[in-house]
C-alpha cells in the first residue's frame, strides 16, 4: 500500500479522530486513527470508488 492519509471525507475539526485511506492501482484500505494497530479493511478499487460516488451522489439529494 502507499502512504496513509486522511481522507477527504473526515471533516473539519476532527482532528485525530478520523479515518485514513492507502491506495494502490487495485486496492484501498481504510484504517481508524484512534486506534491504528486494529486490523484495516481492504477493498478492490472499483469498489471503493463505486462506494464514493454512491456517497456524492446521496449528498447532492
Known amino acids: 500500500m502507499n502512504t ?3 481522507s477527504s471525507y ?6 485525530n479522530e478520523c479515518v485514513e485511506i492507502a491506495t494502490t ?3 484501498t ?3 481508524d486513527t484512534k486506534d491504528r494497530a486494529r486490523a484495516t479493511l481492504t477493498f478492490p478499487a472499483p469498489a471503493f470508488a463505486a462506494f464514493l460516488r454512491a ?3 446521496a449528498r447532492r439529494s
Open 4 to 6: 496513509w492519509r486522511k
Open 10 to 15: 473526515s471533516g473539519e475539526g476532527d482532528g
Open 29 to 31: 484500505a481504510v484504517r
Open 55 to 57: 456517497l456524492k451522489a
Open 25 to 27: 492501482r487495485t486496492h
